[in-house]
């Protein structure tokens, strides 16, 4: 009984070792990726939305600050807007940070370009606004690509009625960051 069990086992691991053996012979391996294959530190510092919570999150301001504190990348949040333009901002609307009401994807850049991106951020629970009126902009990953072109990015991808792979794809070959950008999303359809 033992033997015939044996000899099952072993005529159905002898087709997989097959398969196996030939998938490797027609395959070719996967491209070394320098954001994973170079020497990295033992841990890697991300700057969540470029630091929320210490200050206005997904915005120039906040990436300047993690960079001057060191961080190894940044952690960031896209959407698309209704001309097809990539900018940063964590939710789908704009009501809980900025000056201004309404989903991000149904307003221009122009549109987006013109509200205070730090108008509500508070670290003392709404008593002040410290960075209320200080030109603080809701962002373009364009922008960011291009004042930090040696920075690492994880960017998650957030849920839109307008495609965003092929403008995001876009952005990150113009400026040749595709060994730096991990992408991220709850969403399958982006």
């Known amino acids: 009984m033992k033997n015939r069990y044996v000899r099952i086992l072993i005529g159905a691991l002898i087709p ?27 841990m890697m510092v991300y700057a969540h939305m470029g630091g929320d919570g210490v200050w206005p999150g997904d915005t120039l301001y906040a990436y300047d600050q993690a960079t001057k504190l060191g961080v190894d990348a940044f952690d960031m949040d896209a959407h698309i807007t ?35 991106a730090a108008y509500k951020w508070s670290s ?4 002040t606004f410290p960075y209320r009126g200080q030109g603080i902009l809701v962002p373009t990953l364009d922008e960011v690509f291009q004042k930090y072109p040696n920075t ?3 960017v998650e ?30 969403h399958n359809k982006t």
């Open 16 to 42: 997989i070792a097959v398969l196996l053996f030939l998938s490797m012979l027609v395959s070719s391996p996967a491209p070394s990726r320098p954001f994973y294959g170079a020497p990295q530190p033992k």
């Open 82 to 116: 209704k001309d097809g333009q990539i900018v940063l901002l964590h939710d789908e609307s704009v009501d809980r940070t900025t000056n201004g009401s309404g989903q991000v994807e149904d307003k221009t850049l122009a549109e987006l370009k013109q509200l205070d």
């Open 124 to 127: 003392d629970g709404g008593k």
């Open 152 to 154: 690492r990015y994880l």
């Open 157 to 186: 991808i957030k849920l839109t009625k307008r495609p965003l792979a092929r403008p995001f794809c876009d952005l990150i070959h113009k400026y040749n960051m595709q060994d730096k950008v991990i992408v991220a999303s709850f």
